[in-house]
């Protein structure tokens, strides 16, 4: 059985940094694209960063460029999020996703393995 289990959430002062972990088991991701997602309350999920796989390229959106930072440790099977400078309304629920179908990191649709989330609060 796949799982993708997120861990290192948590609440945070304006400003401060987390580090959030996803551990895959039941299967190895290194050849895959990986990607970190987040759901506000009331609002659409959206994607925060994605790494390829191999470490072939990274994606990071808009509004977290400079600030966060997506890594993988392919022998751990673990894919890393590093949150600096974090904002209130960053808070959320993060999700890891893996194994992009099409092959891309964006493909919100084509992800296939969800973990169940952690919840980042982030105190203004």
């Known amino acids: 059985q796949v799982q993708l289990v997120e861990s290192g959430g948590g609440l945070v002062q304006a400003g401060g940094s987390l580090r959030l972990s996803c551990a895959a088991s039941g299967r190895s991701f290194g050849g895959d694209s990986m990607a970190w997602f987040r759901q506000a309350p009331g609002k659409e999920r959206e994607l925060v960063a994605a790494i390829g796989g191999r470490h072939t390229n990274t994606y990071y959106g808009d509004s977290v460029k400079c600030r966060f930072t997506v890594t993988r440790d392919d022998a751990e099977n673990t894919v890393y999020l590093q949150m600096d400078t974090l904002k209130h309304e960053e808070t959320a629920v993060y999700f890891c996703?893996?194994?992009?179908?099409?092959?891309?990191?964006?493909?919100?649709?084509?992800?296939?393995?969800w973990g169940q989330g952690t919840q980042v609060t982030v105190s203004s």
């Open positions: 996703a893996g194994y992009n179908t099409l092959g891309t990191l964006t493909a919100e649709h084509a992800y296939r393995y």
